[in-house]
């Protein structure tokens, strides 16, 4: 069965940066575009950003431009976020998902996603 696991959330203070992981097994992993969301309570999950099957493509969002970095690696089945210059409004519970190509931007077009982490930045 297809899994998604992601890791590497917490606290943080504002301009802090923090590194989140998405594990994944039970799928081909470079078939699949990847992608991170996130959703802040009482709001709708929102993109943040995509990396291509191969990973030599990505995008974010430009409420994270040059603050966050996606990247992953195929030979470990795994999807990463660097994410740099936190701010408060980053809070939220990342998702990473799984899906049939790239700059996929909404949940809807995703086949598989994870149970979520939660980041928290403190100012």
């Known amino acids: 069965q297809v899994q998604l696991v992601e890791s590497g959330g917490g606290l943080v203070q504002a301009g802090g940066s923090l590194r989140l992981s998405c594990a994944t097994s039970g799928l081909t992993f470079s078939w699949f575009g990847m992608g991170w969301f996130r959703q802040a309570p009482g709001k709708e999950r929102e993109f943040v950003a995509s990396v291509s099957k191969s990973g030599t493509s990505t995008i974010v969002a430009d409420s994270v431009k040059g603050r966050f970095t996606i990247s992953r690696d195929n030979a470990k089945n795994t999807v990463y976020l660097q994410m740099n210059s936190l701010k408060p409004e980053d809070t939220g519970v990342y998702y990473c998902?799984?899906?049939?190509?790239?700059?996929?931007?909404?949940?809807?077009?995703?086949?598989?996603w994870g149970q979520g982490t939660q980041v928290t930045c403190s100012s």
């Open positions: 998902a799984a899906g049939w190509s790239f700059n996929l931007r909404s949940p809807s077009q995703y086949n598989y």
